[in-house]
Nanobody, 116 residues
Framework: QVQLVESGGGLGEPGGSLRLSCASS????????MAWYRQAPGKQREWGAN???????DYRESVKGRFTISGDNGKNTVYLQMNSLKPEDTAVYYC??????????WGQGTQVIVSS
């Protein structure tokens, strides 16, 4: 069982930055894929970015060039650096970890609100 705990959400201004953290109870180097998803009010949860244990990263088109996903194996933590924030980035952000034999695990989410 993997426990994931997100933090770092809050209020950000348009054009500003926030950094989200996802602390894992399991070594992230043992997790095949870590990802960030988000769910805006009244919308379906959508994938935003992921990082594989190979360090390969992928991004949703709407966040590409603005968001950066990274991992710190020593801290068993995955980060999402969000720059050039837009009001449409407002959502609850969820961390997900999955891999063969591990299944899929979710954190409880952290709220991000982008507003002036």
């Amino acid at each position: 069982q993997v426990q994931l705990v997100e933090s770092g959400g809050g209020l950000g201004e348009p054009g500003g930055s926030l950094r989200l953290s996802c602390a894992s109870s399991m070594s992230i180097s043992s997790i095949n894929r870590m990802a960030w998803y988000r769910q805006a009010p009244g919308k379906q949860r959508e994938w935003g970015a992921n990082i594989y244990k190979t360090r390969r990263t992928d991004y949703r088109e709407s966040v590409k060039g603005r968001f950066t996903i990274s991992g710190d194996n020593g801290k068993n933590t995955v980060y999402l650096q969000m720059n050039s924030l837009k009001p449409e980035d407002t959502a609850v952000y969820y961390c997900n970890g999955e891999g063969p034999g591990l299944g899929s695990h979710w954190g409880q989410g952290t709220q991000v609100i982008v507003s002036s």
